[in-house]
């Protein structure tokens, strides 16, 4: 009975407080991250990390659809976590408001938005498979999710046009692309859309290569050079439609909204729908889809993250087409004064509302 007694007591202890074997772990995960705390906030992270662990660990024994894994968000807080997103998400619902129709072109394309008939849309696509995608990069704190969004997609239109697929500036666009209207932030790293991009490059400086105006993550003072592309306009896909976002995507990486509190610690497989939410804080290059064959079908996603998120910077998201949900508090947060009262977003986490895309980009 003594050494039962003592066993106990033995583990009580142990589940006090993280053991040895976790607290290395977490010094070589602050290695490898770049994290560096003193003391005491170390044992808080250490904390927080191995709370996360555990969940992670009981997850992954109790659900087959997706894998949870240990990343750069794992010691974060809350609102620490917050500072990775920056969709203005009032802005968004103001300016799908006021581009209703469907396939609403900014300005008219070269050539008419409907060239897929809906009887040549295939099971599956991908333009990862074309090499006609960038790599993965990460937004670190900044919410600048819009400005790679849009960049990844004029990256990826431009090489549909030129044959490069140039490395191109998100520094340049979240330092030089105004926020007219404020919607609770003031662009940059505070936060904008993707069409707001689209429309910069148009009518005031097409894009720049990285290599001349590298990221930092912060916002700085526009000082851009010469243009290295030119964007003829972009297309507002309609709202809430699979089947015209799979014809928009036959054409180009799409960029979208989409409602991302939750993915922190995605790691795998195929996200489901009923986890999302409708609070659409996230922007993303929608790259393809398919099926896979033990977790049905999915709309596979570029992120920006950095590489060591998701699979390799991607993630799959469920593609249920049908799925809706309303946002009843669409003017939270970033939303706009005098927005609507309730929006409905359609698709796996939102994916389906707010889908758009560059047109007529070439060489400069």
């Not at 006609?132 to 670190?140: D, E, L, M, S, Y």
């Not at 046009?161 to 209207?181: H, I, R």
């Not at 003829?232 to 909204?257: C, E, F, H, I, R």
Request: with cysteine; aromatic share 10%.
């Amino acid at each position: 009975m003594m050494i039962v007694a003592n066993l106990l007591v033995a583990a009580a202890v142990a589940s006090a407080a993280p053991m040895p074997a976790i607290r290395d772990e977490f010094t070589a995960y602050c290695s490898k991250y770049g994290k560096s705390y003193d003391a005491s906030e170390f044992e808080d992270r250490l904390t927080r990390y191995t709370q996360k662990k555990t969940e992670v660990d009981a997850h992954n024994l109790a659900t087959p659809l997706f894998h949870k894994g240990m990343n750069q968000f794992s010691d974060l807080n809350e609102e620490e976590y917050s500072r990775y997103f920056g969709l203005n998400k009032g802005m968004l619902y103001d300016r799908r408001a006021r581009a209703a129709s469907a396939g609403t072109t900014n300005p008219p394309p070269s050539s008419p938005y409907k060239t897929v008939e809906v009887t040549d849309i295939p099971s599956a696509f991908d333009w990862t498979k074309k090499n006609a995608v960038t790599k993965p990069r990460n937004q670190g704190k900044c919410g600048s999710c819009w400005a790679f969004a849009g960049t990844a997609a004029i990256e990826s239109a431009l090489f549909l046009s030129s044959g490069k697929l140039d490395t191109l500036s998100v520094q340049a666009f979240v330092d030089c692309v105004p926020d007219p209207k404020k919607c609770g932030g003031t662009g940059g790293c505070e936060g904008a859309t993707y069409d707001l991009l689209y429309a910069y490059a148009n009518s005031t400086h097409g894009p720049v290569l990285d290599s001349s105006y590298p990221y930092t993550g912060k916002d700085g003072v526009c000082h851009i050079g010469a243009p290295v592309a030119k964007v003829g306009g972009w297309v507002d896909v309609q709202s809430n439609n699979a089947t015209a976002l799979k014809m928009a995507l036959l054409k180009t990486p799409v960029s979208v909204g989409v409602a991302a509190m939750n993915w922190g610690d995605y790691m795998g497989g195929v996200y489901p729908s009923e986890l999302c939410d409708a609070d659409l804080d996230h922007a993303v290059l929608l790259v393809g889809w398919g099926t896979d064959p033990g977790l049905g079908p999915y709309w596979k996603i570029k992120n920006s993250w950095g590489a060591d998120w998701g699979e390799d910077g991607y993630i799959r998201v469920q593609r249920n087409e049908k799925f809706c949900t309303v946002d009843k508090v669409p003017n939270d947060g970033l939303g706009c004064a005098g927005g609507p009262s309730e929006v409905t977003v359609c698709g796996a986490c939102a994916i389906q509302f707010a889908p758009s895309y560059p047109v007529d980009v070439t060489l400069a």
